[in-house]
């Protein structure tokens, strides 16, 4: 997975590529798909949701620039497999599911696979994590139809924010956001997407 699908396209940081090398992608899914988790393809992980393909996750996870140091919140847990990446490349890694189940389940899985650091939370993410505020790095998993501001608020200068945003089950801009030293926020597209949705409310 990792030569082919990674380090044989434009994923060249090698702290990214240690870290896909190191988690376990199989144990994060439903027992009836373990035989894909190394495909170069998403993977459904119940209540109608998918975990991403490892290419996806590998880019998103590079296009943040993690240090050893830095507080990363990602929105959309679904089945812990990105926190648990991205806790190879620093310490403080917060997590907020909407689904409850999928919480629940994901912030069971992390601990008992040596993941424990990970802080998991179930609720809306579009808030974010106000009390762990600021991030240099937020990473969004499902697409959504615009930015949420507050987690451009929450966003330290300095920081950057990956997110897939646009219109509702169409194709989407994966956007990174970067908030400059003087508090000026830009951003730029990198590629076309397609993510579950972004929800705001606990619905099936
Ligand atoms: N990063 C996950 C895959 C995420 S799929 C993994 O590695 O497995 C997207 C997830 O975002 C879904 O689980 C969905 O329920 C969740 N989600 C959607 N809208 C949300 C919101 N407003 N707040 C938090 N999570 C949300």
Redesign the pocket.
Known sequence: MVREQLAGRDIGSAAVLRAMRRVPRHL?VPEARQRNAYEDTPLP?G?G????QPYM?AFMTQALHLGRGDKVL??????????AVLSQLTDSVYT????EP?GEAARTRLQELGYGKVQTRI????NGWPEEAPFDAIIV??GAEEIPQPLVDQLAAGGRMVIPVGPHRGVRDLVLLKKRRNGKVVQESLMAVR??????KNRP
């Open positions: 994060f992980i209540e949701q998918t975990i991403s996750v990602e929105i959309g847990t679904g089945s812990g497999y990105q926190a907020i599911e909407i689904v999928l609720g809306d993410g579009y998993t499902a993510f579950v949705p972004f929800t705001r």
